[in-house]
């Protein structure tokens, strides 16, 4: 293995090093050898793309997690996975990803573990699980988690990885499954700065919008404060396209109309095709702005920081889930409202 270890957050990724160093080699030997140069010419290539290789491992491959992995594998890197459901890892071993029975295993493999996980439980498991992440920790090995979980979670994971000489970077994500497949993330990333620059790279396969956001917690701060904008945001289009329709406007209409004004959202145009089609699969589920929205006034409450629309829309999505809605996409919401005004928007 070309990069060790220890090695990988010492400068701007080693490898970089080994290839100047191949580079400089190999042009004496081009040079003494011009009728050979094209095979000094593809040694010197395949060196390089070894030098460069940093093993990376990524667990939970759910909706988010899956096609990131593919994202990564289609950039060429080497790529360690692990989850709960063998269906996708088999999956996704079929596009080149390398199985492992345990985070653990997968921490002895890869130079920088990814995780991106859906509640806090799970990323406490991972981490700190007998067969965990972090007490098969190295020095020098970078973990970085993708997941929404309070700061509280992630101060945990921080103190745990410095405590066995690793990193650590929360880089929490916004754009849902949609973005993940197109490669078009916000990531919102908390930690070292330096730390955070080595890791741009990877960060850049996986989103458009990368941001480093300050000190180890800010990138889950503000995911927190994204989280709480979508749950308001989507409780009140649920509640003014069932108000609208039921005043005699249609929900196109509101759309094309209120869309352009400053009423408008991306929320709205998000919600508005979903509602029509009545097709309320899970992009992003109550259940899961719902976890949030927990998180959220959870912190609100350690800190002193009352959130009044935050705790109504908790109750909205409350009511959602209570009504059986919690394993289908928020855009769902607007069947509560439909059933309380006594209109179906469509």
Same mark, same amino acid.
């Given at each position: 293995m070309l990069v060790d270890n220890g090695a990988v957050l010492n400068g701007q990724f080693p490898a970089a090093k080994l290839n100047d160093a191949a580079t400089k080699a190999n042009v004496?030997?081009?040079k003494r050898r011009p009728k050979c140069h094209w095979i000094a010419i593809l040694y010197l290539?395949?060196?390089?793309?070894?030098?460069?290789?940093?093993?990376?491992?990524?667990?939970?491959?759910?909706? $988010?997690?899956?096609?990131?992995?593919?994202?990564?594998?289609?950039?060429?890197?080497r790529v360690h996975i692990h989850n709960r459901s063998r269906s996708v890892v088999d999956e996704l071993a079929?596009?080149?990803?390398?199985?492992?029975?345990?985070?653990?295993?997968?921490? %002895?493999r890869a130079h920088i573990v990814m995780t991106c996980l859906p509640n806090t439980d799970q990323v406490e498991r991972v981490y700190f699980g007998a067969?965990?992440?972090?007490?098969? $920790?190295?020095?020098?090995?970078? #973990?970085?988690?993708?997941?929404?979980?309070?700061?509280?979670?992630?101060?945990?994971?921080?103190?745990?990885?410095?405590?066995r000489g690793g990193t650590f970077l929360d880089a929490p994500v916004s754009g849902g499954p949609a973005g993940a497949t197109a490669a078009t993330l916000t990531i919102m990333v908390g930690g070292?700065?330096?730390?955070?620059?080595?890791?741009?790279?990877?960060?850049?396969?996986?989103?458009?919008?990368?941001?480093?956001?300050?000190p180890s917690g800010a990138g889950s701060a503000i995911k927190l404060v994204n989280q709480l904008l979508v749950a308001i945001n989507m409780a009140g289009v649920a509640e003014a396209l069932a108000f609208g329709v039921k005043a005699g406007a249609s929900i196109q209409t509101i759309l094309e109309v209120v869309g352009t004004g400053f009423g408008g959202s991306r929320m709205l145009e998000r919600a508005v095709p979903i509602i029509?089609?009545?097709? #309320?699969?899970?992009?992003?589920?109550?259940?899961?702005?719902?976890?949030?929205?927990?998180?959220?006034?959870?912190?609100?409450?350690t800190i002193g920081c009352r959130l009044d629309m935050a705790q109504r829309a908790?109750?909205?999505?409350?009511?959602?889930?209570?009504?059986?809605?919690?394993?289908?996409?928020?855009?769902?919401?607007?069947?509560? #409202?439909?059933?309380? %005004?006594g209109v179906a928007v469509s």
């Open positions: 004496g030997l081009v290539a395949n060196f390089a793309a070894e030098a460069r290789r940093v093993e990376l491992g990524f667990i939970g491959l759910g909706l $988010m997690g899956k096609p990131m992995v593919r994202h990564l594998l289609t950039a060429g890197h079929g596009a080149g990803a390398i199985p492992a029975a345990s985070p653990s295993e997968v921490a %002895a067969d965990g992440l972090v007490p098969a $920790m190295r020095a020098g090995q970078l #973990f970085i988690d993708h997941s929404t979980v309070g700061l509280d979670t992630t101060k945990r994971c921080d103190d745990g990885c410095r405590a070292d700065a330096a730390t955070f620059e080595r890791a741009r790279p990877i960060f850049d396969v996986l989103g458009k919008n990368v941001r480093h956001c300050g029509q089609k009545r097709d #309320f699969k899970p992009g992003t589920a109550v259940n899961l702005i719902l976890k949030d929205l927990g998180l959220i006034n959870a912190l609100a409450g908790e109750e909205v999505f409350q009511a959602g889930r209570d009504t059986g809605l919690g394993d289908d996409d928020m855009a769902g919401l607007v069947r509560q #409202f439909e059933k309380a %005004a």
